[in-house]
Each structure stands twice: as C-alpha cells, then as structure tokens.
C-alpha cells in the first residue's frame, strides 16, 4: 500500500484487488489523499492493524442517484459516500454524515458541530414533516460510521442506501421547493403581487 500523502495513479477497476481485502471490526478511519497523476482526491480504508486499502475512486454505482438540484460540490461527497457502499457500511455512512453538514454549510449553517447547525436549520423554519428526524438520522447513523459501538451497521446494510435517499429529500424539501414557490410567486403579476404585499402590511 501507498503512503498517507500522495498516492501513485491507481486503476479504479481492479476490483478483486479491493474486495480482497477486509476490514469488518478493524476500521480505524478513512483517510483523504489525492492522486499524484490526475490530481483527484481519493479516500483509503485504514484498519487497526495498519492496512490500507484505496476505495475511492472505484466503479460501483448501485446506489441513489443524487437529485438533480443538489449543489455539485455537494454531489462530490454523496457519490464518494455511494461508491464505498459496497466495501464499508461504515464509511459510507460517515461520508453520508459528511454530505449533509457540507450542504447546510452550503445552505448558510457554517457554526458549531452538527447537532448546532441542525438546530438551527429547524429554528429557521425547516421543520417541514419528518425533516427533523431525518437529519437527526442521518447524523446519528453517519456518528456510527465513524465511531464502533454505536450502531452495528452490519446488521442494518439498508441504511447506507437509506441515508443517502433521505439526503436527496432533504435537497428537495430545502432547495427544490423553496426556489421552485419563489419561481412561481414571482411570475405572478404585480397588480396581484401588490394586493398581497398590501394585504400583509
């Protein structure tokens, strides 16, 4: 395996390379690194005992498609978070946890952890059916992700797939529909607008 920095250009394809390779009960963390060739960034496994192993980039694509209007560098983290499914229910949900705080500091929630910023997000009126609950979701199954002895992921293999469905509802009920009810106000003629304006002041 590489070192921790700089990584020699590996073939994303060489799967049974990468699905040789075991990490159950091991995984230490996921480290960030970036390709010396092409200058993308890729993400290793690193186990307990020290061994490393390249996830990302790779050629699995069975998972949620990210919705059309999540903001691109959000999509980065969500499709990083899909391809590493199939290798790590952990790290794909850590990554999950990753996308959401990334999109709500996209969204303008840049202060504390991530508990801070979804209570802020709610406290602003982002409190439509459900959404709290799947942010908490979201959070707490990406904080397993990340920390063992949390929840074990290997008996929930749904929930990578699941968190990032939810992300993509998030999109909708946080983007989608906001700019699409302001697309639609504004279209409507001033002498209407006017009289709402006047009926509210």
Known sequence: MGPLTLQPHINPNDEKKMLGHTFKD????VIKSKCNSCGSNTFW??????DELQIYPGNYNNY???????????QKTYNESGSVMHLSLGSS???????LENLLIHLGY????????????????????????????VRVYGNSGAH???INLDEKPEVPSFL???INIIVEQAISI?????????????SIKDAIDKRDS
């Open 148 to 150: 063992s002895g949390i």
């Open 178 to 190: 906001p700019n699409n009810v302001e697309s639609a106000y504004n279209s409507l003629p001033d």
């Open 64 to 74: 949620p498609a990210p919705h059309k209007d999540m903001p691109e560098d959000i």
């Open 26 to 29: 091991k995984l230490k963390g």
């Open 110 to 137: 840049k202060s504390g952890s991530l508990n801070d910023k979804i209570k802020d997000f709610v406290a602003n009126g982002f409190n439509g059916p459900k959404l709290q609950k799947m942010l908490d979701v």
């Open 164 to 166: 990032l469905n939810l």
């Open 93 to 99: 949900a850590a990554l999950a946890r990753l996308t």
């Open 45 to 50: 496994l690193k186990s307990l005992e020290r």
